[in-house]
T-cell receptor, first 119, second 113 residues
Framework: DQQVKQNSPSLSVQEGRISILNCDYT??????FLWYKKYPAEGPTFLIS?????DKNEDGRFTVFLNKSAKHLSLHIVPSQPGDSAVYFC??????????????????FGQGTILTVHP | GAVVSQHPSWVICKSGTSVKIECRSL??????MFWYRQFPKQSLMLMAT?????????EQGVEKDKFLINHASLTLSTLTVTSAHPEDSSFYIC?????????FGQGTRLTVV
């Protein structure tokens, strides 16, 4: 049962344009969402997160949007740069106040989307 | 951000041997650490929760006797893959939560031949 889904395995974007990465989830207990960037044979690097009480969070070129009713979130990168080329994972968590009192480190990941930004 | 160090970054071992992977939090204390693995072209899957001073809790389908976890101090958790087999070849990675974030180690590429 894939509770977090990234339906696009890959995305190709021209440098300077916007990259939009999508993520859907099914577990309504998730209340905290994170995006990670990962290079091959390295650990994921945290990018940005959003709590379910918000619908938008912005940090520099990265903006995450959350639509709770649709159980959908997206990561916007603008302008895209060649150095952004990597695998992007969305992850979800029920947080310490969620069911089972899980920690923020106990994450359910999507399958990842390979982003390629062309010069 | 916080630094989590994982060692070794890659290891090749013979089938039947055991491999120990270390995960250290370098500038903070972590009472809880998490171990994940990633098979090729698949997502990161949680294996177990490592709790300092107590037994680890394992996710369904993960053999606790095969994947031994020890969290003896607030800065170190170890994962030992016992009697490794080729199907255990994977990318193993730990993470340490701090407040509302989770920081990952660099990962360990295990290849069992």
């Amino acid at each position: 049962d894939q509770q977090v889904k990234q339906n696009s395995p890959s995305l190709s974007v021209q440098e300077g344009r916007i990259s939009i990465l999508n993520c859907d989830y099914t577990n309504s207990m998730f209340d905290y969402f994170l995006w990670y960037k990962k290079y091959p044979a390295e650990g994921p690097t945290f990018l940005i997160s959003i709590s379910s009480i918000k619908d938008k969070n912005e940090d520099g070129r990265f903006t995450v949007f959350l639509n709770k009713s649709a159980k959908h979130l997206s990561l916007h990168i603008v302008p895209s740069q060649p150095g952004d080329s990597a695998v992007y994972f969305c992850a979800a968590n029920s947080g310490p106040s969620g069911a089972g009192g899980t920690s923020y480190g106990k994450l359910t990941f999507g399958q990842g989307t390979i982003l390629t930004v062309h010069p | 951000g916080a630094v989590v160090s994982q060692h070794p970054s890659w290891v090749i071992c013979k089938s039947g041997t055991s491999v120990k992977i270390e995960c250290r939090s370098l500038d903070f204390q972590a009472t809880t650490m998490f171990w994940y693995r990633q098979f090729p072209k698949q997502s990161l899957m949680l294996m177990a929760t490592s709790n300092e001073g107590s037994k680890a809790t394992y996710e369904q389908g993960v053999e606790k006797d095969k994947f031994l976890i020890n969290h003896a101090s607030l800065t170190l958790s170890t994962l030992t893959v016992t009697s490794a087999h080729p199907e255990d070849s994977s990318f193993y990675i730990c993470n340490c939560p701090i407040r509302t974030e989770a920081f990952f180690g660099q990962g360990t590429r295990l290849t069992v031949v």
